[in-house]
């Protein structure tokens, strides 16, 4: 048998310790989160557990073992991985809070209250382990579990406030709102930026429970009970009681009332009720008084713009004091105080100092905005009943809105020509869906009607432009006496029945809706017809309602209105609810 060289010999048995697996790649992190990032958990849950073979109390490992077992559905094999890294470091809070998670995915309520245990004895005095401990049992959904750990907590630590939080969003869970709340607000003082949670908490309950939150908060004495209170009042509909809720905890609030106060406007702007604006402009003057003089005027003007849109105009006008004029101010602001003053003028009537004021400021403010101006001031003199005037103010203005002032003007003096082309060419956009709708229904009355010049319906549809609704239909119904049905005679009577049926005088509007319901102005008897029928449905005169609205289908069956009185007429058989 050949001998082999000592040497040679040496080599083969070198080669022979090397292990099977040094071909193999080392486990490592980098990879594992590699493999996680792509989705492949089954190939990461191996990588995971090849560097915890090799240090067992690597927490980054095994929180990575955490992630990629859970969407496998795998949660409770992690259970023999924990145990031995707890024995490798058994004192990571990490790791703690990573076995709690880990009972609890393996039902085992006793073993998550004694690590719990282990981990408060490790540090004592921290909540951290009761609110894991709370937590898990949640995901493993144990609510009783929940509760006992996060009692045994406060108990424990002897504080409480300890855990509010946690207790606060169980409580909402069951619908224990009165028990949220009052654990809302012990969480709140201790870290403020719960706020915003248990706002939108309690914001959801009942309304036959929010007096007894109200209550609640308003038993509290300090700020933050003030904001939770005066956010909720807001949120339910109550905005000048948020403002007087949060006003109440100002002298306590330091430096954080400004912030409050920005919260609060905030919130109220997206309300466009007199009272937000008004609480609105209260909460920015509450500011206003709070800023640095420099920093005051611009706050002030958006409180005056709020209190104006609100009509408090005597408020308006205290935060417009000398801003308008003051050289100091930026340009913008002084400009929109100039421009809020001038709208408060306008509401009060003084149209005089509004007209000297506009020809002072031409130079200081943008076309727009004087244009915007001088229109509302065309528009007060229209309702004084000043045509002259407002028709001098508004010279040859050619915007949509121009000229729809212009055909106001024009009609209210009779020119019903000048009227119809005005309205034209300022068309379906100028001024909000209302005033478009109101100009539609002036085309339909006018648009029949020979004359070129009527100065009597001119004048009644001014008095009902200013509001004298009752002469405005007596001179109406003069007016459609002298012209034929079918050449804006019924037309200008169902107007005036409309009228008349909207302030309260149902028997003068019938008589206008049958005289307006001629055949010989078949393009307006059906509407009138309809709106006879409407009228006897709301003086529940069912019968008659029914007789009407047959003849209108049948006698009028190419009418647009005609799916619209089928739809009254299965209301009032019964076929259909009422809505």
């Known amino acids: 048998m050949p001998t082999i060289p000592l040497v040679a010999f040496l080599v083969l048995l070198g080669l022979s310790a090397v292990p099977a697996t040094a071909g193999a790649q080392q486990a490592t992190l980098p990879r594992a989160f590699e493999l996680e990032r792509r989705g492949n958990y089954e190939a990461a849950v191996q990588e ?54 880990a009972w609890g995915a393996a039902d085992q309520p006793d073993s998550m209250r004694a690590m719990a245990e282990r981990w408060a004895r490790v540090a004592p005095g921290d909540e951290a382990p009761y609110r894991e401990w709370g937590a898990a049992a949640l995901a493993a959904r144990q609510r009783e579990g929940a509760l006992l750990a996060y009692r045994l907590g406060r108990e424990r630590l002897g504080r409480s406030d300890v855990l509010a939080a946690e207790i606060a969003q169980l409580a909402v869970s069951d619908g224990d709102y009165a028990t949220a709340a009052r654990e809302w607000i012990p969480a709140v003082r201790r870290l403020p930026g719960y706020r915003v949670t248990a706002v939108a908490t309690l914001a959801h309950a009942p309304a036959s429970r929010r007096p007894e939150l109200l209550r609640i908060l308003a038993a509290e004495p300090d700020f933050a009970a003030r904001r939770l209170e005066s956010e909720l009042r807001v949120k339910w509909g109550d905005p000048l009681g948020g403002w007087s809720a949060l006003e109440s905890g100002l002298p306590q609030a330091g430096r954080q009332g400004i912030e409050a106060l920005r919260v609060l406007v905030e919130q109220l702007r997206m309300l466009r009720t007199r009272d937000a604006l008004l609480a609105q402009g209260r909460a920015l003057e509450a500011i206003a008084v709070r800023l640095p003089e420099s920093q005051a005027p611009r706050t002030r003007l958006e409180a005056a713009q709020a209190y104006s849109a609100a009509g408090e105009r005597e408020a308006a006008r205290r935060m417009l004091s000398g801003l308008a004029d003051d050289r100091t101010a930026p340009g913008a602001v002084s400009s929109g105080a100039a421009s809020a003053l001038l709208t408060v ?230 076929a259909v609810p009422q809505t």
């Open 48 to 101: 995971y557990r090849g560097v915890l073979s090799a240090k067992p109390g690597d927490v980054s490992a095994l929180l990575g073992l955490e992630r990629v077992l859970l969407p496998l559905n795998r949660s409770v094999e992690i259970v023999p991985d924990v145990r031995a890294a707890l024995a490798a470091n058994p004192s990571s809070a990490a790791l703690f809070g990573a076995a709690l998670r």
């Open 345 to 574: 003028l306008i509401a009060e009537g003084k149209l005089g100092e509004v007209r000297r004021r506009l020809t002072e400021l031409r130079g200081q403010m943008s076309g727009e905005e004087h244009g915007e101006l001088t229109r509302a001031l065309v528009a007060a003199y229209i309702r004084g009943g000043e045509l002259d005037r407002a028709d001098s103010v508004l010279g040859r203005d050619s915007t949509i809105e121009g000229f729809a002032l212009a055909g106001r003007i024009r009609l209210y003096r009779g020119d019903l020509d000048g009227a119809v082309e005005s309205f034209k060419q300022a068309g379906p956009y100028a001024g909000d869906r209302a005033e478009a709708t109101r100009r539609t229904v002036l085309l339909a009355i006018l648009q029949p009607i020979e004359a070129d010049t009527l100065a009597p319906l001119g004048a009644a549809l001014l008095r009902l432009e200013q509001g004298d609704t009752g002469r405005a239909v007596a001179e109406l119904e003069v007016v459609a006496g002298d012209l034929p049905a079918a050449k804006g005679g019924a037309e200008i009577r169902l107007l005036a029945g409309r009228l008349a049926a909207a302030k309260g005088d149902p028997a003068l509007a019938e008589r206008l809706y049958r005289l307006a319901a001629s055949k010989e102005a078949p393009a307006t008897a059906p509407a009138a017809e309809l709106a006879l029928a409407e009228l006897m449905l709301a003086a529940r005169r069912t019968p008659e309602a029914v007789a009407q609205l047959e003849h209108l289908i049948l006698s009028y069956p190419e009418s647009a209105l005609v799916p619209q009185a089928r739809r009254a007429l299965d209301v009032a058989r019964g």
